[in-house]
Every structure is written in C-alpha cells, then in structure tokens.
C-alpha cells in the first residue's frame, strides 16, 4: 500500500509512535524513526528489518532543538531527503494541577515539545513537499485539543494549538497537493501518564482504570487509514475515543 514511501515519525520510540512505525512498516513504508532515545529507536528499527525487511534511518533528536532539527533533517542522506508523510507525534504532558500550582517548567516542556516542536520539523520538512507538489502532513493532536479539563489548562493549551496549526496548514497549503491530516486521541494507554506524572506508576494506572482504555495500535489503525486514501480525499479532522468516554470529563469505568 505505501511501497517506496517515505514516512517520517516523530516520538518513534513509544506509544503511538512506535505502532504507527509497525503499521507502516508491515504496509511497505521506509521510515525515518525520530526521538531522543537512541537505544529504542535502534531496537524498533532491528525489529522491523527482521519481522518486515523495513529500511529505516533513525534520527536522534530532541524536536525542541530548532538547530539539531534543521540539522538532522536537512542532512539527510538524499535517498531519504523526499520525505512523503510527515507524522507529527512527538509530544507529551507534565502534571496536572490548578493554573496558579502549576510549575512554570512543566509549561515550558509542554508548549517547546507540542508546539515548537511540531513547528520546527514541519518548517523544514513542508518545503520539499511544496516543491514536488505532493505530501501528507499528519498531526496528532487529542481530544484535549477540542475540549478543556480541569488541571489540563497548559497541556490543553498546546494541544488547542496543534489544532489551530493543522487548520492553518489546511488553508496555507490549499492548492500545493499537500493534505493534511489532524487525529484526536482519546485515552490511549501508552507511556504518556508515566511521563505526566514523572515514573509514578500507581497514578498512572489510575488513569486506565476500569476501562479498556484504545491502544497505541488502534490509533496507529487511523493513522495508517489516513494515509492510504487515494490522493483526491482528505480525512481532515478524526476523534478516537474509547467506548467508555464520551469526553474529557465522562467515562464509565466499571468497579471491580
Ligand atoms: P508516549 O510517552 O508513549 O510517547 C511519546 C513519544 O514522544 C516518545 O517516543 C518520546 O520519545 C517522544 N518525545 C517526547 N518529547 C520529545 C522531544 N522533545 N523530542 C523528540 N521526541 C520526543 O506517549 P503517546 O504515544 O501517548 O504520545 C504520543 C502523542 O499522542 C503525544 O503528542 C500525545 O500528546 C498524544 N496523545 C496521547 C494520548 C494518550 O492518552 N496517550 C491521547 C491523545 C493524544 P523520547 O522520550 O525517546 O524522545
Ligand atoms: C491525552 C489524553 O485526556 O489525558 O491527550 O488529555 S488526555
């Protein structure tokens, strides 16, 4: 289906990136794997040779970095220069506390990592794009993008951005060929409430509880769906939730 493409995956190493590099790489993909963590991007990128044949090339970078992201990108070796669909995943969440307790450091990590971070590979990445008249930019958002919940205010705030962004890109790049793409996620049992709540397990489980929670696979299923759709159709806008959550603030989770 994506034969010869060549897909770029920020926040490869976890979660939803890393499902959406094993759906796209069972679908033909050749990948650029970008994150911090070299080791697990090594790894995923072993495992897909073996299991697929997958040609990857990882890249080791922190997306805050306006530098280290023009520089590992607009050195790439040319055979993975023209990228074909961009997927914006890298991205995370710090704490959950009233606007007034919140640590002004967490806010900073939240708005470089979803918003700068997502603007600094997008600009290097989209003109080449431009150029050949052809792309998929893909943005995952969340449903955090659409609806504000208590203690989210910040990570909300970046997520609310990344929609905005999706639907600025809509228009600046309206006759280029270029479509984009924004997914909201729902809960999604990944590392992200690990990373929210800094390695307290017990909090983050909390978050699942009492629920089946989507998977990183299920998402990564709709990622894949946008893409393959034939170049006059744009799924421009998707909400995946889990059955039990209506939204932000209502989900049933059965007591045990
Ligand atoms: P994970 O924590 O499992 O994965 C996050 C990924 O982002 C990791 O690969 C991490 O890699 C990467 N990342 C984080 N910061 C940076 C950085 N500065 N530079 C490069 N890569 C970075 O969480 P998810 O898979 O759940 O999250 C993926 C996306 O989905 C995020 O944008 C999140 O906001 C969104 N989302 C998640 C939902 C959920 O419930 N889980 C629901 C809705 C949206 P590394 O640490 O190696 O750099
Ligand atoms: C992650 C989902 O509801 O924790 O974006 O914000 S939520």
Known sequence: ??????VLITGASSGI???????????GARLLLLARRRE?????????????????HCLVCDVRDRHAVQHVLGTLPPEWAAIDILI????????????????????????????????????VVLPGMVARRSGMVINIGSIAGREVYPNGNVYCATKHAVR?????????LNGTGIRVVN???????????LVRFRGDADRARKVYEGLQ????????????????????VVIADVLILPSAQANTWLVHRERS
């Open 88 to 123: 914006n995943n890298a991205g995370l969440a710090r704490g959950l506390a009233p606007l007034h307790e919140g640590d002004p450091d967490d806010w900073d990590e939240m708005l470089d990592t979803n918003v700068r971070g997502l603007l600094n590979v997008t600009r």
């Open 183 to 193: 997914i909201d996620p729902g809960l999604v049992e990944t590392e992200f409430s």
């Open 213 to 232: 929670p989507l998977s990183a696979a299920d998402v990564a299923d709709v990622v894949l769906f946008c893409a393959t759709r034939p170049p006059h």
């Open 17 to 27: 990136g890393q499902a959406c590099a094993e759906r796209f790489a069972e679908s």
């Open 1 to 6: 289906m994506l034969q010869g493409k060549t």
């Open 40 to 56: 697990r991007l090594e790894q995923l990128a072993a495992q897909l040779q073996q299991r697929y044949g997958t040609s990857t």
């Open 164 to 172: 905005a962004l999706s639907e600025a890109l809509r228009i600046d």
